[in-house]
Protein backbone atom coordinates (compact mmCIF):
# COMPACT_ATOMS: atom_id res chain seq x y z
CA UNK A 1 0.00 0.00 0.00
CA UNK A 2 1.30 3.47 -0.85
CA UNK A 3 0.05 6.84 1.44
CA UNK A 4 0.26 10.50 0.52
CA UNK A 5 -0.06 12.46 2.70
CA UNK A 6 -1.70 16.31 1.63
CA UNK A 7 -3.60 19.67 2.29
CA UNK A 8 -0.93 21.40 4.36
CA UNK A 9 0.07 25.04 4.28
CA UNK A 10 0.14 28.23 5.85
CA UNK A 11 -2.49 28.76 9.09
CA UNK A 12 -2.65 31.41 11.18
CA UNK A 13 -2.01 30.72 15.19
CA UNK A 14 -5.67 29.46 16.49
CA UNK A 15 -7.17 28.43 13.00
CA UNK A 16 -7.32 24.76 12.04
CA UNK A 17 -6.28 22.65 10.00
CA UNK A 18 -7.45 18.98 8.16
CA UNK A 19 -4.90 16.88 6.52
CA UNK A 20 -5.19 13.96 3.74
CA UNK A 21 -3.96 10.36 3.95
CA UNK A 22 -4.70 9.02 0.72
CA UNK A 23 -3.94 4.77 0.18
CA UNK A 24 -3.36 3.63 -2.85
CA UNK A 25 -2.17 0.02 -4.23
CA UNK A 26 -4.75 -2.03 -1.96
CA UNK A 27 -7.58 -1.01 0.73
CA UNK A 28 -6.50 -0.62 4.08
CA UNK A 29 -8.75 -3.93 5.76
CA UNK A 30 -7.08 -4.77 8.85
CA UNK A 31 -4.54 -2.15 8.86
CA UNK A 32 -3.86 0.71 11.39
CA UNK A 33 -3.04 4.57 10.12
CA UNK A 34 -0.90 6.88 12.29
CA UNK A 35 -0.36 10.24 11.81
CA UNK A 36 3.23 11.69 12.94
CA UNK A 37 5.12 14.74 11.89
CA UNK A 38 8.48 16.08 12.46
CA UNK A 39 9.82 19.73 12.79
CA UNK A 40 12.76 20.89 12.05
CA UNK A 41 15.41 20.02 14.44
CA UNK A 42 13.53 17.81 16.90
CA UNK A 43 12.57 13.94 16.43
CA UNK A 44 9.81 12.58 14.96
CA UNK A 45 6.45 13.08 16.89
CA UNK A 46 3.43 10.64 17.08
CA UNK A 47 0.20 12.49 17.12
CA UNK A 48 -2.39 9.79 16.76
CA UNK A 49 -3.26 6.22 15.18
CA UNK A 50 -6.93 5.19 13.39
CA UNK A 51 -7.95 1.64 13.09
CA UNK A 52 -9.60 1.52 9.79
CA UNK A 53 -11.74 -2.11 10.33
CA UNK A 54 -12.92 -1.12 13.62
CA UNK A 55 -12.32 3.33 13.59
CA UNK A 56 -11.17 3.03 17.21
CA UNK A 57 -8.76 6.24 17.51
CA UNK A 58 -5.99 7.23 19.78
CA UNK A 59 -4.00 10.04 19.94
CA UNK A 60 -0.87 11.47 22.25
CA UNK A 61 -1.61 13.04 25.26
CA UNK A 62 0.01 16.21 23.90
CA UNK A 63 -2.46 16.20 21.17
CA UNK A 64 -5.76 14.69 22.31
CA UNK A 65 -8.37 16.91 22.36
CA UNK A 66 -7.16 19.13 19.71
CA UNK A 67 -6.89 16.56 16.92
CA UNK A 68 -9.56 14.12 15.49
CA UNK A 69 -9.04 11.03 13.00
CA UNK A 70 -11.76 10.17 10.36
CA UNK A 71 -11.97 7.72 8.16
CA UNK A 72 -13.65 7.33 4.52
CA UNK A 73 -13.78 3.82 3.50
CA UNK A 74 -15.15 5.53 -0.05
CA UNK A 75 -12.07 7.41 -0.76
CA UNK A 76 -9.54 4.94 0.77
CA UNK A 77 -8.43 8.16 2.92
CA UNK A 78 -7.93 8.88 6.07
CA UNK A 79 -8.03 12.61 8.08
CA UNK A 80 -6.05 14.42 10.81
CA UNK A 81 -8.19 17.49 11.90
CA UNK A 82 -6.55 19.83 14.26
CA UNK A 83 -7.75 22.84 15.99
CA UNK A 84 -6.64 25.79 17.64
CA UNK A 85 -3.14 25.71 15.95
CA UNK A 86 0.35 26.49 17.53
CA UNK A 87 3.47 27.94 16.37
CA UNK A 88 5.02 24.91 17.63
CA UNK A 89 2.86 22.93 15.63
CA UNK A 90 5.01 23.98 12.84
CA UNK A 91 5.90 20.63 11.19
CA UNK A 92 6.18 18.29 7.81
CA UNK A 93 3.54 15.72 8.92
CA UNK A 94 3.58 12.15 7.58
CA UNK A 95 0.90 9.41 7.71
CA UNK A 96 2.12 5.27 8.00
CA UNK A 97 0.64 2.45 8.27
CA UNK A 98 0.68 -1.24 10.26
CA UNK A 99 -1.10 -4.42 10.06
CA UNK A 100 -3.18 -4.20 13.12
CA UNK A 101 -1.55 -3.52 16.17
CA UNK A 102 2.14 -4.73 15.06
CA UNK A 103 4.04 -2.24 15.75
CA UNK A 104 6.16 -1.36 12.48
CA UNK A 105 5.24 1.64 10.91
CA UNK A 106 5.68 1.10 6.91
CA UNK A 107 4.55 2.77 3.73
CA UNK A 108 5.73 6.47 4.92
CA UNK A 109 4.47 8.84 2.20
CA UNK A 110 5.93 12.09 1.60
CA UNK A 111 4.87 14.34 4.16
CA UNK A 112 3.08 17.85 3.65
CA UNK A 113 4.22 20.89 5.41
CA UNK A 114 2.18 22.81 8.09
CA UNK A 115 3.55 26.45 8.71
CA UNK A 116 1.32 28.11 11.83
CA UNK A 117 2.34 31.88 11.79
CA UNK A 118 2.00 33.97 14.87
Known amino acids: VQLQASGGGLVQAGGSLSLSCAAS????????VGWFRQATGKEREFIGR????????YYSASMEGRSTLSRDKARNTVYLHINDLKPEDTAVYYC????????????WGQGTLVTVSS
Open 96 to 107: ACMLGLSGKWES
Open 25 to 32: GRTLNAYT
Open 50 to 57: VGWNSGVT
